[in-house]
């Protein structure tokens, strides 16, 4: 494992910093940064400290700051320690500069404002905890989007990530031997998405999972037979009610979450066009 000092440096939290870092070290195999992060970086003499970091563990800088002194003044540090530095924002803010014929605004942190943006994500994330595991069903039709689907499938985890997004997100579980709740009969508001897995893969999971739990009963639960019984008795009610299908087996909730998004996007599209 090849080890380097990583410096990012940030005049806000650091978020994009890292989120930029993640994305591009999963690319190469063997490497493990050793990550300084340095946010709220917005003075000269906080930015002393950085470069004081830099030059005692010298490595990779990546930065977000746009105050024009401040950067010129890392920079100049970062060619003096001969060491590599890239401004992440100035590839995106170039193009969008050149192509909206306007100037940025150059104003720290400016993603973390309390807009209206901000405030419905709050409320999208209250709603998908209030609405966790088949709760709250009197007021399912407010929700954004449905999951539904057999146990283990990622529907919680899921439905978190895309609250966090301002998609108000609700998920209910397929039990065997339970109907479905007559709630999901006729609702017409939100997008309802049926989730499914590869039946081997869900009973490792579910082995694990009681592992975890301390619990070493063999029930029907992680038996290979039953769980196959199970997903394939939800295929068949999602086909019968006509709802989209995504199998998680080979998706992280990351992408498992993009797709949703991209459904719903193209769900509020025609609902517009034919408004």
Same mark, same amino acid.
């Given at each position: 494992?090849? +080890?380097?000092?990583?410096?990012?440096?940030?005049?806000?939290?650091?978020?994009? @910093?890292?989120?930029?870092?993640?994305?591009?070290?999963?690319?190469?195999?063997?490497?493990?940064?050793?990550?300084?992060?340095?946010? =709220?970086?917005?003075?000269?003499?906080?930015?002393?400290?950085?470069?004081?970091?830099?030059?005692?563990?010298?490595?990779?800088?990546?930065?977000?700051?746009?105050?024009? %002194?401040?950067?010129?003044?890392?920079? @100049?540090?970062?060619?003096?320690? +001969?060491?590599?530095?890239? +401004?992440?924002?100035?590839?995106?803010?170039?193009?969008?500069?050149? #192509?909206?014929?306007?100037?940025?605004?150059?104003?720290?942190?400016?993603?973390?404002?309390?807009?209206?943006? #901000?405030?419905? /994500?709050?409320?999208?994330? %209250?709603?998908?905890?209030?609405?966790?595991?088949?709760?709250?069903?009197?007021?399912? +039709?407010?929700?954004?989007?449905?999951?539904?689907?057999?146990?283990?499938?990622?529907?919680?985890?899921?439905?978190? #990530?895309?609250?966090?997004?301002?998609?108000?997100?609700?998920?209910?579980?397929?039990?065997?031997?339970?109907?479905?709740?007559?709630?999901?009969?006729?609702?017409?508001?939100?997008?309802?998405?049926?989730?499914?897995?590869?039946?081997?893969?869900?009973?490792?999971?579910?082995?694990?999972?009681? !592992? =975890?739990? @301390?619990?070493?009963? @063999?029930?029907?639960?992680? %038996?290979?037979?039953?769980?196959?019984?199970?997903?394939?008795?939800? /295929? /068949?009610?999602?086909?019968? /009610?006509?709802?989209?299908?995504?199998?998680?087996?080979? !998706?992280?909730?990351?992408?498992?979450?993009?797709?949703?998004?991209? =459904?719903?996007?193209?769900?509020?599209?025609?609902?517009?066009?034919?408004?």
């Amino acid at each position: 494992m090849k +080890s380097f000092h990583l410096h990012l440096v940030s005049d806000a939290t650091g978020e994009t @910093n890292n989120a930029v870092a993640r994305a591009c070290f999963v690319q190469f195999e063997d490497v493990e940064p050793i990550e300084h992060n340095w946010s =709220m970086i917005r003075t000269e003499r906080q930015l002393e400290k950085v470069i004081a970091g830099i030059k005692a563990n010298p490595g990779v800088v990546l930065f977000t700051i746009l105050d024009k %002194d401040l950067r010129k003044y890392l920079e @100049n540090a970062c060619r003096e320690l +001969s060491v590599p530095y890239i +401004s992440v924002l100035d590839p995106v803010l170039d193009v969008l500069a050149n #192509y909206l014929h306007a100037k940025a605004r150059n104003l720290p942190g400016r993603q973390h404002a309390l807009d209206a943006e #901000y405030f419905a /994500r709050i409320e999208a994330m %209250d709603f998908v905890m209030a609405h966790d595991d088949g709760q709250a069903l009197v007021d399912l +039709s407010k929700a954004d989007v449905v999951l539904v689907g057999v146990s283990r499938t990622s529907k919680s985890p899921t439905c978190i #990530y895309l609250g966090n997004r301002g998609i108000k997100a609700a998920n209910v579980p397929l039990v065997p031997g339970l109907k479905l709740p007559e709630e999901l009969d006729n609702l017409e508001g939100p997008l309802i998405i049926g989730l499914t897995n590869d039946p081997n893969v869900l009973v490792q999971i579910r082995r694990n999972r009681l !592992r =975890m739990l @301390n619990e070493t009963r @063999n029930t029907e639960y992680i %038996d290979p037979e039953a769980v196959k019984a199970e997903v394939a008795a939800a /295929r /068949r009610l999602f086909s019968e /009610r006509g709802w989209p299908v995504l199998d998680v087996s080979r !998706r992280s909730i990351e992408e498992t979450a993009a797709a949703i998004m991209q =459904m719903v996007a193209e769900r509020r599209g025609k609902q517009k066009i034919t408004a």
